[in-house]
């Protein structure tokens, strides 16, 4: 059980404490509810551009590192879909440093045209490094616009384009900060051996004076239903075939969302999993195959992506993927098979809860999602799934209307 005190400051801010005396360091991590989803469709990939500026430092912390690298402290973060979070681990003795440097970039982030022009310049040599020249790099900037036509999923975190990075204005960026980076729109957790009462008198001082402001009221399109198979090949200079396969699956809250995960786990969590073992090992369909769950907030996708061997074709790939999913909806199996996938997954997330950072993340995403204490709830919520379960689930996610199909032709 992991225990959890909780308060807010007036300015909005949300903290979570969780006391863990079995660490000296303790773990702050600071969650925006801001992801790629809350961009202008005209001006992609800004929270990740965030992501970055962040790090060139605030008016009164020019170089946010150095002070924290000095007390012992690391850092670093990361931007999705649906949320951008920072964190730091750091001992103790230290830990009013990180109050310190995350406060003061919340009230009084540096922007300078120099600032603006380096990190543009970074985000734009890995839009080139890891999307527009690695094999395979643009996969997701066609799949997302294939599976999604309103939501804004359909557009990857990176951005749309480079030119919108490119086109980035310091009046834009502005902009961008004062709506989504501010107490009232964050979560403050923190994990290690602290106490509440310490916990709230560093929120108040370092985080209390910094005033609320006003927030865009979140309208997102919802995605309509898909009602028919959608397509799309392409040919790129690859040296394999590959076969991506998405289906519209629920959201994070919905009741059937843990069922969806154990699908994925029981098609290819592990050696031993089915698309594994029948299409790799058995069949030599495959050099490598995966199932799994995008676990997006609003309604997210569940994705099979297949390397093909030279002998196999694109009808013979997409078929067998077919023949799996029709197994798990139509047959009985071995409650065995069923335990496996759950235990394999309470084993991770109880390792997970050993890790205080990990911890901390974890914390802030269920704040995020609703309650910080549903953290408990996570394995009874996996291990309540039944066969007849998966089987309904899988039965109305299979579906050929619900499914978007990418052939990634290896040019001869």
């Given amino acids: 059980m992991v225990e959890v005190e909780k308060f807010c400051l007036e300015n ?3 903290v979570v404490v969780h006391n863990d005396n079995s660490t000296p ?3 702050f991590n600071l969650l925006y509810n801001v992801g790629s989803k809350d961009e202008d469709p005209e001006h992609t990939g800004f929270a990740h551009l965030f992501e970055h500026l962040m790090f060139g430092g605030s008016i009164n912390i020019p170089k946010f590192d150095d002070p924290l690298e000095r007390t012992g402290g690391e850092n670093n973060a990361f931007t999705n879909n649906d949320f951008t979070n920072y964190y730091i681990t750091i001992p103790k003795e230290n830990l009013e440093t990180a109050f310190w440097l995350e406060s003061d970039r919340m009230l009084n982030l540096a922007f300078s045209r120099k600032s603006l022009s380096v990190q543009k310049n970074v985000v734009l040599e890995e839009f080139n490094q890891r999307y527009l020249n690695k094999p395979y790099g643009d996969v997701w900037h066609l799949l997302r616009p294939l599976a999604y036509k309103v939501h804004p999923y359909k557009w990857p975190t990176i951005g749309i384009e480079p030119q919108h990075i490119k086109n980035a204005t310091l ?6 900060f004062y709506k989504h980076y501010a107490p009232n729109n964050a979560i403050l957790t923190i994990t290690g051996p602290v106490t509440t009462k310490e916990i ?3 929120s108040k001082k370092w985080f209390g004076e910094i005033e609320k402001r006003p927030i865009p009221i979140r309208q997102i399109p919802k995605e309509p239903r898909q009602t028919e198979p959608r397509i799309l090949e392409v040919e790129r200079d690859v040296p394999f075939d590959s076969i991506f396969k998405v289906y519209h699956m629920c959201d994070r809250k919905h009741a059937d969302f843990h069922t969806t995960d154990l699908i994925s786990d029981i098609l290819s969590n592990g050696k031993s999993s ?3 073992n029948k299409l790799v090992q058995e069949q030599n369909i495959f050099s490598e195959i995966n199932a799994y769950i995008t676990g ?3 309604e997210g996708l569940f994705v099979i992506t297949g ?3 030279e002998k196999t074709s694109f009808q013979v790939a997409e078929s067998t993927i077919n023949e799996e999913l029709d197994q798990i909806k139509n047959k009985s199996f071995d409650n065995y098979e069923l335990e496996k996938v759950k235990n394999q997954f309470e084993s991770n997330y109880k390792f997970g809860e050993v890790n205080p950072l990990e911890k901390a993340m974890n914390l802030a995403f269920h704040e995020l999602l609703g309650k910080a204490e549903d953290i408990n709830l996570e394995v009874e919520k996996y291990r309540e799934v039944t066969q007849e379960k998966i089987k309904e689930v899988a039965s109305t996610l299979f579906s050929d209307n619900n499914c978007s ?4 032709k290896a040019k001869k």
């Fill in 12 to 14: 909005g801010l949300r």
């Fill in 25 to 27: 360091i303790v773990s």
């Fill in 171 to 176: 009046t834009d960026v502005k902009d961008f």
């Fill in 200 to 202: 709230l008198e560093y």
């Fill in 274 to 276: 089915r698309l594994y």
């Fill in 296 to 298: 997006d907030i609003d």
């Fill in 307 to 309: 390397r093909l061997y």
């Fill in 405 to 408: 199909t990418l052939f990634y």
